[in-house]
């Protein structure tokens, strides 16, 4: 990633739906010691049938020197969400991540390209967990869909985006997950 | 009452690696089922080390989801019969 930029740039990923099922949810809380009756239920009804839409962008920040995930989800009519209501469609572990988790926190910031304001993952601490995921790997001898793909193993977790383990073999070194598409 | 397949009942060997200024755990070395899930041996760093944030990656330079299957990883990315597992604890921010 240091290496000069001819063209600037960010890659996106758009249109990925979230779909949220009308489903009555039942929750057992049988495994608590401190409640005086065991097996209380809780009954839980999603009340919307809504499907979510959500554009992720992977922006280079020059002055913090890695990528950084912009994202933001809308309403089929057009209307954002919030980030409460983003945070109702992660699942639960990357929830988790998002609120203890001193590597990785959600804001709003402005994204550099769009110029309005998207939800984005802090990257202050980006550089310190990459430089324990690549291990002692010189930034020269890696290319650049290998670092993005460790990247986003860390960043993907945190925004319910998984992964296939089938993508992180890295015995070939040519870029060969194209699934990335690089906007202008 | 019908056999286990074999892959269910296959234990593999993971190995944790102290990264970092992570402490070193006196029991390094443990087996767990492979039908169990990454988000086990997260757990058992947690318990173990009485920490809540740790940052958990396999040597091929990613972080694991702990959805993922204990067997897939060993398959995948163990070596020399065992997974290594790093984990690192506090990271200075800025």
């Given at each position: 990633m240091?290496?000069?930029?001819?063209?600037?740039?960010?890659?996106?990923?758009?249109?990925?739906?979230?779909?949220?099922?009308?489903?009555?949810?039942?929750?057992?809380?049988?495994?608590?010691?401190?409640?005086?009756?065991?097996?209380?239920?809780?009954?839980?009804?999603?009340?919307?049938?809504?499907?979510?839409?959500?554009?992720?962008?992977?922006?280079?920040?020059?002055?913090?020197?890695?990528?950084?995930?912009?994202?933001?989800?809308?309403?089929?009519?057009?209307?954002?969400?919030?980030?409460?209501?983003?945070?109702?469609?992660?699942?639960?572990?990357?929830?988790?991540?998002?609120?203890?988790?001193?590597?990785?926190?959600?804001?709003?910031?402005?994204?550099?390209?769009?110029?309005?304001?998207?939800?984005?993952?802090?990257?202050?601490?980006?550089?310190?967990?990459?430089?324990?995921?690549?291990?002692?790997?010189s930034m020269k001898d890696l290319d650049i869909s290998s670092y993005l793909l460790s990247w986003l193993s860390v960043v993907g977790q945190a925004i319910g985006l998984r992964i296939p383990l089938e993508l992180q073999q890295r015995s070939v070194k040519h870029p060969s997950a194209s699934c990335f598409i690089i906007n202008n | 009452m019908a056999a286990e397949s074999p892959t269910s009942e296959r234990k593999v060997v993971v190995h944790l690696r102290a990264t970092g200024d992570a402490p070193i755990l006196k029991q390094a070395k443990f087996k767990i089922a492979g039908s169990d899930k990454f988000l086990k041996v997260i757990e058992f760093l947690r318990r173990q080390l009485h920490r809540d944030t740790l940052f958990v990656y396999v040597n091929s330079a990613f972080s694991p989801s702990p959805d993922e299957l204990v067997i897939d990883l060993y398959n995948n990315f163990g070596f020399d019969g065992k997974l290594v597992v790093n984990y690192a604890c506090s990271m200075a921010w800025g």
């Open positions: 240091g290496s000069s930029c001819k063209e600037e740039g960010y890659l996106s990923l758009e249109n990925m739906f979230h779909i949220d099922r009308n489903e009555e949810c039942l929750i057992v809380d049988s495994f608590s010691e401190r409640e005086e009756t065991d097996d209380v239920a809780t009954l839980v009804h999603s009340t919307s049938n809504e499907t979510h839409i959500y554009d992720f962008h992977i922006v280079y920040s020059f002055s913090y020197k890695v990528p950084v995930l912009y994202f933001h989800g809308y309403q089929s009519d057009g209307q954002p969400l919030s980030m409460d209501e983003i945070e109702n469609d992660l699942p639960p572990s990357s929830s988790k991540i998002l609120r203890e988790s001193k590597w990785t926190y959600m804001t709003l910031g402005e994204h550099p390209y769009v110029r309005r304001p998207w939800y984005t993952l802090h990257p202050c601490a980006t550089s310190d967990w990459m430089k324990l995921l690549l291990g002692g790997t | -």
